[in-house]
């Protein structure tokens, strides 16, 4: 019998619980920097897996934190709704990404939900270009020090990026075995900065 009322009991609480957290839902109020590109990753020692995947999304608003989530179609690819993942550095950021594979080459249609509110939004084509993976950087180096260090590195030849660069604190890690780096900042290559 005891067993029984706390069974109703819980179940009435997840309910009115539910019920709170969709009838104050925050409305959908922006979406913006839409994503969509090749994410080749090479063996590291910041706790990134190595691999070969195609990472899309936007900045959305409100972000994951405030419970928005994000599910996404593109052709015959269908991905369930997953709680955005606020970064350090982009509380906003919005994204999934899947294994590499040269046929999902067109848009991701992007549904976000927030509690009842939806909104819609198309990220770029990754196109044809994605198909041949970008190459590593050599000679790379750091000078400097504080918290104003210069990057240099040199681009292969013949390969124009197109792109960003995300650094990472080794001496910060986070997660579950300790072993993934802090996202300190990412920053978008401008055009004199991709020779």
Do not use: Y
Not at 18 to 47: K, S
Not at 72 to 97: D, H, I, K, M, Y
Not at 151 to 165: E, K, N, Q, S, Y
């Amino acid at each position: 019998m005891f067993l029984r009322a706390l069974t109703v009991l819980t179940s009435s609480i997840l309910a009115l619980a539910v019920a709170f957290v969709t009838a104050h839902a925050t409305p959908i109020t922006l979406i913006d920097h839409l994503n969509n590109f090749r994410d080749t990753r090479g063996v590291n020692d910041v706790g990134v897996p190595p691999g070969d995947a195609i990472q899309f999304g936007a900045d959305v608003t409100p972000g994951g934190l405030q419970g928005t989530t994000l599910g996404a179609v593109q052709g015959t690819r269908v991905l369930v709704p997953t709680v955005c993942n606020a970064l350090a550095v982009n509380a906003r950021n919005c994204s999934r990404s899947v294994a590499f594979t040269p046929t999902l080459n067109s848009a991701w249609d992007l549904t976000f939900h927030n509690g009842s509110d939806t909104a819609t939004a198309t990220t770029p084509i990754i196109g044809a270009a994605a198909a041949t993976a970008a190459p590593f950087p050599s000679s790379v180096t750091i000078s400097g020090s504080g918290f104003t260090p210069t990057l240099r590195w040199t681009v292969p030849a013949g390969f124009t990026p197109d792109g960003m660069v995300a650094l990472k604190d080794a001496a910060r890690l986070r997660g579950v075995m300790r072993k993934n780096a802090t996202l300190v900042r990412i920053e978008e290559l401008l055009p004199a900065a991709r020779q």
